[in-house]
Antibody, heavy 120, light 108 residues
Framework: EVQLVESGGGLEQPGGSLRLSCAASGFTFSAYSMTWVRQAPGKGLEWVSYISSGSNTIYYADSVKGRFTISRDNAKNSLYLQMKSLRAEDTAVYFC?????????????WGKGTTVTVSS | EIVLTQSPGTLSLSPGERATLSCRASQSVSSSYLVWYQQKPGQAPRLLIYGASSRATGIPDRFSGSGSGTDFTLTINRLEPEDFAVYYCQQYGSSRYTFGQGTKLEIK
C-alpha cells in the first residue's frame, strides 16, 4: 500500500524550531518529487515547499522562505521540513504529498498530516 | 504569482442534483497543471481531477472537469451524500503551487 506518514508536530513557542518528518512506503520514494502543504485551522490549503527526486530542485512559498528548509533522505525513504523562527501564523496541519511531474503536475498521494501549534 | 479564485464560496444542493464549481485564474494556466481535490473534515485532500479533465484512479464518472486558459469548472452530476465536502482547485506555475480558497458543497 502506498502510504505517507507525517510526524514531528507539536506545540512550540514563537521563535522556536521544529523538524517534521514524512515516512514513505509502498512505492519507489527516490523516483518522486515531494511537497509539503499546510492548512491553518478552519482555512484552506497553502503550498509550503517542493523538492525534486534527487534534491536538485527546491522551491519555497514566500511565506516560509529563509525560515523553513526542505530535505529528503532517499536511503531512508523520508522527507523532512526543518522549521525555524516559528510564528503564530505557522500554526497548521502539515501534509506531505507525492508529486507527479510527468506531462501533468499533481499531488496524488497525501499523508494524514501532523499538527504544529505555535503559541506562548 | 497566479491567483486562483473559486466560486461560489458555498454551494447548497440536494442529493441527486448537479453541482457546478468554478475556478478562475488571474492569468492563463496550462491545462496540464490544473488539478481538483476533495477534502472532507479531518481528512487529507483527495485527488479528483488532473490535467483539467482527467479523472484520477477510482474517481466515479459523475465527476468531470473542463476548461482552459483562465476558466475551469468541476461538475458533479447526480450528487451522492458522500460528495458533500470542500473542493479545491490547484495549479503549478512559475516554480510554485497555488490553491484556490475552496468551495464548500453542503447539503441543502
Amino acid at each position: 500500500e502506498v502510504q505517507l506518514v507525517e510526524s514531528g508536530g507539536g506545540l512550540e513557542q514563537p521563535g522556536g524550531s521544529l523538524r517534521l518528518s514524512c515516512a514513505a512506503s509502498g512505492f519507489t520514494f527516490s523516483a518522486y518529487s515531494m511537497t509539503w502543504v499546510r492548512q491553518a485551522p478552519g482555512k484552506g490549503l497553502e503550498w509550503v515547499s517542493y523538492i525534486s527526486s534527487g534534491s536538485n530542485t527546491i522551491y519555497y512559498a514566500d511565506s516560509v522562505k529563509g525560515r523553513f528548509t526542505i530535505s529528503r533522505d532517499n536511503a531512508k525513504n523520508s522527507l523532512y521540513l526543518q522549521m525555524k523562527s516559528l510564528r503564530a501564523e505557522d500554526t497548521a496541519v502539515y501534509f506531505c504529498a507525492r508529486v507527479v511531474t510527468t506531462y501533468y503536475y499533481y499531488l496524488d498521494v497525501w499523508g494524514k498530516g501532523t499538527t504544529v501549534t505555535v503559541s506562548s | 504569482e497566479i491567483v486562483l479564485t473559486q466560486s461560489p464560496g458555498t454551494l447548497s444542493l440536494s442529493p441527486g442534483e448537479r453541482a457546478t464549481l468554478s475556478c478562475r485564474a488571474s492569468q492563463s494556466v496550462s491545462s496540464s497543471y490544473l488539478v481538483w481535490y476533495q477534502q472532507k473534515p479531518g481528512q487529507a485532500p483527495r485527488l479528483l481531477i488532473y490535467g483539467a479533465s482527467s479523472r484520477a484512479t477510482g474517481i466515479p464518472d459523475r465527476f468531470s472537469g473542463s476548461g482552459s486558459g483562465t476558466d475551469f469548472t468541476l461538475t458533479i452530476n447526480r450528487l451522492e451524500p458522500e460528495d458533500f465536502a470542500v473542493y479545491y482547485c490547484q495549479q503549478y506555475g512559475s516554480s510554485r503551487y497555488t490553491f484556490g480558497q475552496g468551495t464548500k458543497l453542503e447539503i441543502k
